[in-house]
């Protein structure tokens, strides 16, 4: 798998390459349905490659609006490979992007850089100046310039009723309904994320954890989680038992919000280690203690749910292939 941005050289050997093309935060259910049939028509021998849009392109037109990524840029990427593309080519989406008209993308970016043989694309995607290009544009532009193009419908859950969302998810994952936001991704939700130093409270009462760097705007409920940790960089690495906490350490009276993973029978060094934290469980909300010690309590119960959790939770295929 590798990462390509649009400024770059496009490599050769992934020209004639079919691709799908979209946002793709959450690399949900929907998304997943676009990505295997975009492999499934892949001409033989072609590369298959996922085309998308950084930053959100929410962020650009609303930048006082932070979005709630589920799937940052690094994060998508691992799950393109697992869903076995081999690459992902991201667009810088400034304005420049913002004001390209539909056609000259297409000819400019996939035809002649990329040149590209097929192209999936969902019912509702639109692109370009205005969002005025669309899947009909698509059709008619690959026509003209030799690339064929599926459109893929609406996909909707088991029962043909509600279809995936990401904004479904965040709604989910904001109220800790992990299994409702799992169901909906085809895997346990997951952050990808640095650890930095802290302010070791967590060592000092007896639970050192594993403080890691979120982008402004990720918001699951504030609370105490069941989590597999696994070393981002180690292949095959041990997937940890952990307890994660996801809120702002109401107890120290704290203004922002963080991450922090005890992970269980654990000791060593993580710091600049970068780590995959999947959430399984929530355990509770998150509360103020009136001490110390009525906190380190119930961090002990904590820390033993987090384990009868964990110890019966189903693994999930795709979350299997991150690792």
Request: charged share 25%; glycine share 10%; aromatic share 8%.
């Amino acid at each position: 798998m590798q990462l390509l941005h649009a400024h770059q050289p496009f490599p050769e050997r992934f020209r004639g390459a079919a691709i799908a093309i979209g946002n793709f935060d959450g690399m949900h259910r929907g998304h997943q349905s676009l990505i295997a049939t975009a492999i499934a028509e892949a001409p033989s021998g072609a590369a298959k490659g996922l085309v998308t849009f950084e930053p959100h392109p929410r962020t650009f037109f609303r930048p006082a609006e932070p979005v709630f990524r589920l799937t940052p840029l690094p994060l998508k990427t691992r799950l393109a490979g697992a869903l076995g593309l081999d690459f992902v080519l991201a667009f810088r989406f400034d304005a420049s992007l913002a004001s390209l008209p539909p056609d000259e993308f297409v000819e400019e970016h996939l035809v002649r850089r990329m040149g590209l043989r097929h192209l999936v694309t969902g019912y509702d995607f639109h692109f370009g100046k205005g969002r005025k290009g669309s899947p009909d544009t698509m059709r008619e532009l690959g026509a003209r310039h030799g690339f064929s193009t599926t459109v893929v419908d609406q996909v909707t859950d088991d029962n043909g009723l509600a279809p995936f969302s990401s904004s479904a998810i965040r709604n989910a994952l904001a109220h800790g309904r992990l299994e409702d936001a799992a169901h909906d991704l085809g895997y346990n939700w997951l952050v990808l994320g640095e650890v930095v130093h802290g302010d070791h409270r967590g060592r000092e009462i007896g639970f050192p954890t594993a403080n890691i760097t979120l982008d402004e705007g990720v918001e699951p409920l504030q609370g105490i989680y069941a989590v597999f940790v696994r070393d981002a960089g180690a292949k095959g690495g041990p997937r940890r038992l952990g307890a994660g906490y996801f809120g702002k350490r109401p107890t120290f009276d704290t203004d922002r919000s963080f991450l922090e993973v005890h992970i269980l029978d654990f000791t060593g060094d993580l710091y600049g280690r970068k780590l995959l934290v999947e959430f399984i469980g929530l355990i509770r909300p998150d509360q103020k203690f009136s001490s110390i010690e009525e906190l380190v309590v119930q961090m002990h119960h904590d820390c033993a749910n987090a384990r009868r959790i964990l110890s019966s939770a189903d693994a999930r295929p795709i979350n299997s292939q991150l690792g």
